[in-house]
């Protein structure tokens, strides 16, 4: 009777044990709550509340972005060759502003003091303009995205005012001499002067005429940029005010300096003299004996040169037609601020001079002056054993390059009017 007394009490006990243990286990003992109580950092001990320290919610707040920027320029930074356009470089940017512990001096510096060098792609976002030392005037470019970084790429690509030249320089028309005014000009009155490296080659690619595009409309104006090159159309491209300037000289006198040039260079036999590329037979046959033989190098196909310096790129500008000659002239009327003469280098300098005096303001000083590289220089620069074709010959190239004169006669009888609207004689 004892023993069942005992059994009974030992299971009544148990139940109740069951029973407190279910009980406070539902009512969240020692544990934290379910739904609100957790997301609001209500803590729960033997089912009474007690208020901890709130937990802030993790949100990612991304700064304001310059949208209407950053897709006015998305399409520049894939031409460029970028394969980050899911990033926004305007985004990023705000955050290392944002990160106090990272200084930016230059390179980027993170958190681990390692220096990141900058990717190629954020010099195309609108940098600060800063300056440190002594500013450089003249720059050397290669037309690669590898030398963009070398380039004062920190200009307002918004103003349409800003002067912005290119002088896509006729071969064999006095240029080198020509380009040592400039450089000495873009030192004194203080513009960007961006110098192709890019020596014998007039047409360009696709994609490198779209990277020349690109790189230009960010270049710091005022600057000019100079080379062998045959004319682009900007405008389809952008609505940034690009012009152009030349030089050009008679056909016939050009053609007789550049076929020997290419033979025997001149007193300079810098990098853009290249070596003659045939026989010694050929090397030394006259411009008499080439035309009168009818060599490839002297046949009219040869002989277009002028035109599609104004024209463009298109191989229907090296075609010998009436078409790329209208072209060519109306890409002078709208494109070409001046177009000067050779044999009258110092008239053009002078209309220039009045025309962009931001950039060539001081040039007929500069020219007149004794002992200056341009002096020096001119005489370096002129043509190796060079032989005037005979009068027979002549004719034959006359009748051969006829809308080249055609397009050269155009061009001089507007430099005329161009002096004369500016009041310049006719000095030598």
């Given at each position: 009777m004892a023993n069942k007394k005992i059994l009974i009490t030992?299971?009544?006990?148990?139940?109740?044990?069951?029973?407190?243990?279910?009980y406070v286990g539902s009512n969240g003992s020692l544990s934290y709550g379910e739904g609100t109580s957790s997301a609001s950092g209500v803590l729960s001990i033997a089912g009474k509340h007690k208020v901890g320290p709130k937990k802030k919610p993790i949100t990612s707040r991304k700064p304001k972005l310059e949208w209407k920027e950053y897709w006015k320029h998305i399409e520049e930074r894939k031409i460029m060759g970028f394969q980050d356009e899911g990033k926004n470089v305007f985004e990023e940017t705000n955050k290392v502003s944002q990160n106090k512990s990272t200084e930016v001096v230059g390179n980027v510096v993170n958190e681990n003091k390692k220096v990141v060098e900058p990717p190629v792609n954020t010099i195309l976002s609108k940098p600060d303009k800063v300056i440190v030392g002594k500013k450089k005037w003249l720059y050397?470019?290669?037309?690669?995205?590898?030398?963009?970084?070398?380039?004062?790429?920190?200009?307002?690509?918004?103003?349409t005012t800003a002067q912005r030249i290119i002088f896509n320089?006729?071969?064999?028309?006095?240029?080198?001499?020509?380009?040592?005014?400039?450089?000495?000009?873009?030192?004194?009155?203080?513009?960007?002067?961006?110098?192709?490296?890019?020596?014998?080659?007039?047409?360009?690619?696709?994609?490198?005429?779209?990277?020349?595009?690109?790189?230009?409309?960010?270049?710091d104006?005022?600057?000019?940029?100079?080379?062998?090159?045959?004319?682009?159309?900007?405008?389809?491209?952008?609505?940034?005010?690009?012009?152009?300037?030349?030089?050009?000289?008679?056909?016939i006198e050009r053609f007789t300096s550049q076929y020997y040039f290419r033979r025997f260079g001149d007193g300079k036999n810098d990098k853009?003299?290249?070596?003659?590329?045939?026989?010694?037979?050929?090397?030394?046959?006259?411009?008499?004996?080439?035309?009168?033989?009818?060599?490839?190098?002297?046949?009219?196909?040869?002989?277009?040169?002028?035109?599609?310096?104004?024209?463009?790129?298109?191989?229907?500008?090296?075609?010998?037609?009436?078409t790329p000659l209208e072209i060519a002239k109306k890409n002078v009327e709208r494109d070409f601020i001046v177009v000067g003469i050779?044999?009258?280098?110092?008239?053009?300098?002078?209309?220039?001079?009045?025309?962009?005096?931001?950039?060539f303001a001081g040039a007929v000083d500069y020219m007149r002056a004794?002992?200056?590289?341009?002096?020096?220089?001119?005489?370096?620069?002129?043509?190796?054993?060079?032989e005037s074709p005979s009068p027979e010959v002549h004719a034959v190239l006359m009748q051969q390059m006829s809308l080249e004169y055609e397009f050269y006669h155009f061009i001089k009888e507007r430099f005329e009017q161009l002096k004369s609207q500016l009041g310049i004689g006719t000095t030598k």
């Open positions: 030992l299971f009544l006990i148990t139940g109740v044990l069951i029973i407190c243990y279910v050397d470019w290669n037309e690669t995205k590898e030398g963009v970084e070398k380039l004062p790429l920190y200009g307002n690509w918004e103003d320089r006729v071969g064999k028309c006095g240029s080198r001499s020509v380009l040592d005014v400039f450089k000495h000009l873009a030192k004194v009155n203080k513009y960007n002067m961006i110098n192709s490296v890019i020596y014998n080659q007039t047409r360009t690619s696709e994609e490198k005429k779209n990277l020349l595009v690109s790189v230009l409309l960010k270049v104006p005022p600057f000019l940029f100079q080379r062998h090159l045959h004319y682009i159309d900007f405008t389809k491209f952008s609505s940034s005010y690009v012009k152009y300037i030349n030089i050009v000289r008679d056909p853009s003299t290249r070596p003659f590329k045939g026989t010694e037979e050929e090397k030394y046959q006259t411009i008499n004996e080439c035309v009168l033989r009818k060599k490839f190098e002297c046949s009219r196909n040869k002989l277009q040169y002028i035109i599609p310096f104004f024209c463009g790129q298109s191989p229907q500008c090296r075609f010998q037609d009436r050779l044999d009258e280098l110092e008239n053009t300098f002078a209309v220039l001079e009045k025309m962009l005096p931001r950039f004794p002992g200056n590289t341009y002096s020096r220089n001119r005489s370096s620069t002129m043509t190796n054993y060079k």
